[in-house]
């Protein structure tokens, strides 16, 4: 059986999903050594077209997942709350703090108050993932990124 809010649902994003791809290739793709400013675009439409399609032919063949009011039954607000205020706050002190010292304030607190994860791997991954992520950016692509008041230390 049909279900069509999903079938036309996801008739609708089949069209703006061409739409995504067919900008992307007026962007232009480039090469893979060498990409264009619509390589992304053209790739994230099509993705969006094969969620398109998938939505479309498991509503052709009546198939349903769970009610969408359902998924959140077992939500713990508290901790939705608390997520969305610290990336708030991280957000807000980005540039001031910089990235390698908020990006471990924001992990600890994360992983120790919200998750629960063992203070010691909290503390390794915490403080591992942004410096490899802050040493990946600036040393290998070299991407700026937001030093904060330690320039102030590194000069």
Known sequence: ???????WSGVFWLIVALFIVWQGKLLG???LSDPGSGFAVFWIGVLLVLFSVSVIVSAARGQ???ILARLWDD????????VVALLIGYGAVFEWVGFVVSTI????????AVD???????VTIAVSAPLIIWFAMTK????QMPAGFLSLMTG
Do not use: C, N, S, Y
């Open 116 to 122: 629960r994860v063992r203070p010691w791997l909290a």
């Open 64 to 66: 349903h997942g769970p």
């Open 75 to 82: 939500a713990r607000w508290g901790r939705v709350l608390a």
């Open 1 to 7: 059986m049909l279900r069509k809010a999903d079938f």
């Open 140 to 143: 290998w692509l070299k991407i």
């Open 105 to 112: 304030v924001l992990l600890l607190v994360l992983m120790l």
């Open 29 to 31: 793709l480039g090469k």
